[in-house]
């Protein structure tokens, strides 16, 4: 059992920072934070959760599997997250390009300290909690004092994986695929990395976070791992018998002028190219739904409607279905891994030609981080925005894609990799 307390911060702003800075002392670490964004499926504007009581660790071998027994054994709150290629474990595929990184497949912890913010109160859940705890760690948040930070650091040399004479090679060899009807849609990723490098993960991550203002911004540490994640995708979530996924396809790059910042979204909003791959991917969602889906139940709730954040516009949709509440929640992940909006149409024959034509493994880069409850219910977002870090390799490295159909460009594909990447290479060079 959990013991639990609300609390009432002074200031809840500062509360909300001196906490993940006083977070900073555990080897594990997950924060959720919102940025404020409020939407009908909305639940914490911020989450900690720290220093792990039980923690699982596996490769993709029988990885769902065992999460699933984790999660059932536990009953608890669980925080950790999928990388991609636990998609090895589910279908006959591979993943044999390079990775700097180095990340376990999976992994989650039953943290021992849970702080769930919501307007301005704070819950506070503790396991195997010792006299007064709570009060001596709620004082110390509110006394943290920030370290000064030290202002001389070697500029990051950045580099492609790709170069950009292959990229266009790769990304023709694609078309080739989709015109030979192999596939209709694929997400194709390259990697930016720079080696022999440390950063400051904390205030990287506090850079990114203020760039972009997500809604589904992430810290994640585990020991020496490092996710500083400015995701504006929700890849699935559970509440009771309802589940949503709400896959992102179409982007188009902000302006400071007023005018031309609209007519930019009013563009997108128009793109018959970004549309169609909107709908592609909804069709593939509806349908990994369904395995899980009471019949009849799943359904588009939003189709398309264009969004915007402070680096770009995006193209999200919504999709709903209803499972029964026998059905075990991580059978619901399984069922849907990897999200549709990095994989393609059709899912395994695009994950086979993206193995084949990527340079770089990618990890926990489209994958998912997030948490299950008590009560099975679950919210995950998916690893795009986002710089992976490995201190002990000194390896910093941060990937971008996009969806190829018939219709791209590959001068344009290319140039919106580079409007994504843009907040990442901006936080690094801060």
Not at 24 to 50: C, G, M, P
Not at 135 to 151: C, G, H, R, T, Y
Not at 228 to 239: C, D, F, G, N, V
Not at 268 to 291: A, F, G, T, Y
Request: net charge negative; with cysteine.
């Amino acid at each position: 059992m959990r013991t639990q307390r609300i609390y009432s911060p002074k200031d809840p702003e500062i509360f909300k920072q001196n906490l993940l800075l006083w977070g900073q002392q555990f080897t594990d670490v997950i924060w959720l934070d919102s940025n404020q964004h409020k939407d009908e499926y909305s639940r914490y504007d911020a989450v900690l959760a720290v220093e792990a009581f039980t923690s699982i660790t596996t490769d993709y071998d029988e990885g769902f599997s065992r999460l699933r027994e984790y999660q059932s054994t536990t009953e608890d709150w669980i925080f950790g997250y999928l990388t991609y290629d636990l998609k090895n474990g589910l279908e006959p595929l591979k993943s044999q390009n390079f990775d700097g990184l180095g990340f376990p497949d999976l992994y989650f912890f039953q943290p021992q300290k849970l702080f769930l913010i919501q307007g301005d109160q704070v819950e506070l859940q503790y396991l195997k909690m010792v006299d007064d705890e709570i009060d001596q760690d709620l004082l110390a948040i509110e006394n943290m004092v920030a370290p000064e930070i030290s202002k001389s650091k070697t500029a990051l040399k950045i580099k492609l994986r790709t170069s950009k004479e292959a990229y266009f090679e790769k990304l023709n060899d694609m078309l080739d695929h989709i015109h030979r009807g192999d596939i209709y849609e694929a997400n194709f990723c390259q990697e930016f990395y720079a080696e022999d490098s440390s950063i400051n993960p904390l205030e990287t991550f506090k850079t990114l976070n203020r760039i972009s203002k997500p809604p589904f911004a992430t810290f994640f540490k585990h020991f020496d791992r490092y996710a500083l994640s400015a995701s504006p995708e929700r890849y699935i979530q559970k509440t009771g018998q309802t589940v949503i996924s709400q896959p992102i396809k179409g982007t188009a790059k902000r302006a400071l002028d007023s005018e031309e910042d609209a007519k930019l979204k009013q563009d997108l909003v128009e793109d018959l190219k970004e549309r169609s791959e909107n709908i592609m991917i909804v069709d593939l969602v509806r349908n990994d739904l369904s395995h899980t889906a009471l019949k009849g139940s799943v359904q588009v709730k939003e189709l398309c409607k264009v969004y915007s954040f402070l680096q770009v516009h995006q193209m999200i949709s919504t999709v709903a279905s209803t499972v029964s509440p026998d059905t075990h929640p991580v059978d619901i992940i399984a069922s849907t891994f990897p999200m549709g909006s990095m994989t393609g149409v059709p899912k395994i024959s695009a994950m086979s030609i993206i193995e084949d034509l990527e340079d770089a493994k990618r990890g926990l880069y489209s994958g998912a981080i997030g948490y299950f409850t008590p009560q099975g219910d679950f919210d995950f977002n998916v690893v795009i925005r986002s710089i992976l870090y490995n201190a002990s390799e000194n390896y910093v490295s941060f990937s971008v894609g996009g969806a190829i159909t018939a219709k791209s460009d590959p001068l344009k594909e290319y140039e919106e990799c580079l409007t994504k990447a843009k907040a990442m290479r901006e936080a690094l060079e801060k």
